[in-house]
């Protein structure tokens, strides 16, 4: 079976469209898992410059209703 050249063309366009896609997509959730990382290793970092205040603020959290 001969494809035409337009055929050809049009599923390589399809291809690189949908390569294009997934790799913005997975992009999009590398940054948001580094993001979430950060700011748990910043919140690690709080709490342990300040464990007191986070354990008042825990345990106001744990109360409030």
């Known amino acids: 079976m001969?494809?035409?050249p337009g055929k050809a063309l049009s599923d390589?366009?399809?291809?690189q469209r949908a390569?294009?896609?997934a790799a913005a997509k997975a992009q999009t959730r590398t940054s948001e898992?580094?993001?979430a990382v950060r700011l748990e290793q910043l919140h690690t970092?709080?709490?342990?410059?300040?464990?007191?205040?986070e354990a008042q603020a825990a345990h106001h959290r744990?109360?409030?209703p």
């Open 2 to 4: 001969q494809l035409s």
């Open 12 to 15: 390589s366009d399809d291809a």
């Open 19 to 21: 390569a294009t896609e």
């Open 33 to 35: 898992h580094l993001f």
């Open 45 to 53: 970092e709080e709490e342990r410059r300040h464990p007191d205040e």
């Open 62 to 64: 744990c109360r409030t």
